[in-house]
């Protein structure tokens, strides 16, 4: 049995951008979502896919000011930001942020 640092994995982020006042902004029917994003790659400090980043990064794009939903999954399997393991934070507002400090050091076993 060994202990190892995790990282944080390599994430994209999409958002719903409202076309009216959605009623029910939990499932983007009065919206649509925009293409999927990654900016930043988990090295360094984390993985950091911010929404204002993004918006400065990627003018007159499908994103815009005022988000109601996002969605997130990591880049090597498309599968949800969730089933990582990681602990970051993600809202329609701020984006996805996982820091690699915050990162707990997690048991193996290894294979025989």
Request: with cysteine.
């Amino acid at each position: 049995m060994g202990t190892i640092k995790q990282k944080c994995h390599d994430y994209e982020v999409q958002f719903c951008c409202p076309q009216i006042i959605d009623p029910d902004p939990g499932n983007c029917d009065h919206g649509s979502w925009t293409s999927w994003y990654d900016r930043d790659n988990p090295s360094g400090t984390g993985d950091h896919e911010t929404l204002l980043n993004l918006l400065t990064e990627n003018p007159n794009t499908d994103l815009c000011r005022s988000p109601t939903e996002i969605e997130a999954r990591l880049i090597h399997n498309q599968q949800p930001y969730y089933t990582s393991g990681n602990v970051v934070q993600i809202s329609p507002q701020q984006g996805l942020q996982c820091w690699n400090d915050q990162e707990r050091f997690s048991s193996f076993i290894r294979p025989v």
